[in-house]
């Protein structure tokens, strides 16, 4: 099972991202998916989540309005477009997996990705 996130970079405010999380040893059908960051000094918050059936969406309150959370299920890839960027999105973003149906990000993730760093300068 691998998580693989890219896409993250140097943005100014009010700039945009994409970041894309391509799974591989399972389907995005058995399993939720979540971007989770971690800003320098801070511990890791969830950020958006997408149930495995992804009928069901989860968005922090900090990211809502400008984070979309998608997936192609032929791709077996998870996307996180980020729009509106502030200097307070400045994190390594991570995608995980969990085989549930719905997450609510409080439990641990079954499977972590590798992060991507996004940095936003003011």
């Known amino acids: 099972v691998q998580l693989q996130a890219c896409g993250g970079g140097l943005v100014q405010a009010g700039g945009s991202l994409r970041l894309s999380c391509e799974v591989s040893?399972?389907?995005?059908?058995?399993?939720?998916i979540a971007w989770f960051r971690q800003p320098p000094g801070k511990e890791r918050e969830g950020v958006s989540c997408v149930s495995r059936r992804g009928d069901s969406l989860y968005y922090a309150d900090s990211v809502k309005g400008r984070f979309t959370i998608s997936r192609d299920k032929d791709k077996n890839t998870v996307y996180l477009q980020m729009n509106s960027l502030k200097p307070e999105d400045t994190a390594v973003y991570y995608c995980?997996?969990?085989?549930?149906?719905?997450?609510?990000?409080?439990?641990?993730?079954?499977?972590w990705g590798q992060g991507t760093l996004v940095t936003v300068s003011s």
């Open positions: 040893g399972f389907t995005l059908g058995d399993y939720a």
């Open positions: 995980a997996a969990k085989r549930t149906p719905v997450w609510g990000l409080r439990s641990p993730p079954d499977y």
